[in-house]
């Protein structure tokens, strides 16, 4: 492989070695343990106005009857706290992550600086259209783009994230049919799709069937058809699905269905693999979405706002949420007389932040960049493919799109599991991969390296596992106990989740 294909296609600064973020802070006391009694962040000056009793302020009913336990701090006690704990933080601007379809690659700065622009930071959502055409001319160029890269014909950006889009696209879905007359109540999905899929299929109250895959980790056609019948609605696909393998059949497939009166569904959460190259759209593909918090750089993780656009082909258009956008005489107008739409399903315009910064994204790499995208994409996650055969089993060997997946099962029987080697992982400072998913392969790790990483890192990375890789046949006890330099060890995780404690101090 050309060396000069490997890597980002945006100039990041090169670490030599993965910069660890445990190094930096390994203990940091909780803030109560740092109180002491009396010490103060700001005196306030003696007030220069006459009292009144705190009755009349304020209803004894709403007082507290207690003083609250906050901590007594100095300010700098403060900053250096909060300071620290921030560099606890493992975050994309820091480190790596590997994570396998949720496509955690670097966000440019410059969209930030575009979204805060004064001009759309100032706006409010109660402004009459008059008022906000830029916004609304904005999001109308941004539908656009979308339908040029997807192929499909019309878009609603209210979705919040994926599974909202997914969410959205079955309500259409059943609007489709209750207006056509047919009872249809079953979603075929393929058992390698992602778990939101049968989710929001179930949600929207679909009956879910599962088709299995085939030895080559695709849709299998006989099992397909096996599964067709009058009161399949749709299928819900996802491509590459997420074995990061491209379903070749997919006009086949659509074929099938729609020759059964029957529409497809692709969950277009990882574009990045196909961006520039190929269109949904011309697949043959009904409705699809798209995170512009993954392929479109939006920032994620930690719960922050996502957008998921739906598209959908013209059949399908009358279904879509109001109001739309519309361009009529020169002015862009908010048309919220759809009598066929499902209604909204976000107030205002989506996350228009995201939004902001993916139109940014498209217009700074352009047409040129977009293929390049998924080129990088495609390259560095079989360059690490790979790089690691040797050392894990890999249940689909023949080349990946943007993702692929190994299997620890070698590993496993020297007593060493999936959740072992990422845990370990940690240790070397890096982020750990999907794991034990897709649930087809057994002692799964699913890696995504995406098109921002820098070959130096993609090294370090394969390094750090080929290395827990032998830790595993020569010091097994080593990666079972790990993680061994992190804050803190191995948590319950499942109690972490279910039953957080932050209620420290406030008893
Ligand atoms: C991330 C992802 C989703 C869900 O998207 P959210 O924005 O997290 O709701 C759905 N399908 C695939 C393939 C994904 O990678």
């Known amino acids: 492989m050309p060396r000069e294909l490997v890597g980002a296609i945006h100039e990041l600064p090169l670490l030599a070695a993965p910069y660890s973020p445990w190094e930096t802070v390994v203990t940091e006391k909780l803030i109560f343990e740092i109180s002491s009694p009396g010490r103060r962040c700001v005196r306030l000056p003696e007030v220069d106005v006459p009292e009144r009793p705190l009755e009349e302020l304020l209803p004894l009913k709403l007082r507290r009857v207690n003083q609250p336990r906050l901590p007594e701090v100095s300010e700098l006690d403060v900053v250096r706290h909060f300071t620290r704990l921030s560099q606890l933080n493992y975050c994309i601007d820091t480190n790596f992550y590997p994570l396998g379809s949720c496509t955690m690659k670097y966000n440019p700065k410059i969209h930030e600086d575009v979204a805060r622009l004064d001009g759309f930071k100032r706006l409010h959502p109660y402004q009459p259209y008059g008022q906000v055409q830029g916004i609304l001319q904005l999001q109308f160029e941004f539908i656009d783009m979308l339908k040029k890269v997807c192929g499909l014909p019309a878009f609603s950006l209210q979705p919040s994230a994926g599974a909202h889009a997914e969410l959205l696209g079955m309500m259409i879905v059943r609007a489709y049919y209750e207006k056509k007359g047919e009872a249809r109540n079953k979603i075929i999905i393929p058992d390698s799709a992602h778990g939101t899929n049968p989710a929001s299929a179930a949600l929207c109250g679909f009956d879910v069937l599962e088709v299995k895959s085939n030895r080559q980790g695709t849709v299998d056609i006989n099992a397909l058809m096996d599964a067709m019948s009058p009161d399949v609605a749709a299928l819900m696909i996802t491509n590459p699905n997420t074995l990061g393998i491209f379903e070749k059949e997919i006009t086949e497939i659509c074929r099938i269905l729609h020759e059964a009166g029957a529409l497809v569904y692709c969950d277009g959460a990882n574009m990045n693999a196909l961006l520039g190259r190929m269109r949904p759209g011309d697949m043959g593909i009904d409705l699809l979405h798209l995170n512009l918090h993954k392929t479109f750089t939006g920032p994620h993780g930690g719960g922050g706002p996502g957008s998921g656009p739906l598209g ?196």
């Open 312 to 507: 959908v082909v013209e059949s399908l258009r009358p279904f879509l949420p109001v109001p739309t956008i519309e361009l009529k005489h020169g002015t862009y107008m908010l048309n919220y007389n759809l009598p066929d739409s499902v209604g909204r399903v976000r107030p205002y315009y989506g996350n228009i932040g995201v939004i902001i910064k993916a139109y940014s994204y498209i217009l700074a790499i352009g047409k040129e960049g977009l293929p390049r995208v998924s080129e990088a994409a495609v390259i560095n996650a079989n360059y690490l493919k790979t790089k690691l055969a040797k050392y894990y089993d890999i249940p689909y060997p023949e080349g990946c799109l943007h993702e692929f997946v190994i299997s620890a099962r070698r590993q496993k029987e020297l007593g060493v599991t999936t959740l072992d080697i990422a845990k370990r992982l940690l240790d070397y400072g890096f982020y750990a991969p999907t794991i034990y998913f897709p649930l087809i392969v057994e002692e799964a790790l699913m890696i995504e390296p995406t098109e921002t990483e820098s070959r130096e890192t993609l090294d370090a990375f394969a390094d750090a596992l080929i290395k827990i890789a032998e830790e595993a046949e020569n010091d097994p006890e080593l990666v079972k106990g790990a993680p061994h330099n992190t804050p803190v060890g191995r948590l319950d995780e499942v109690k972490a989740a279910r039953k957080p404690d932050v209620r420290w101090g406030f008893s």
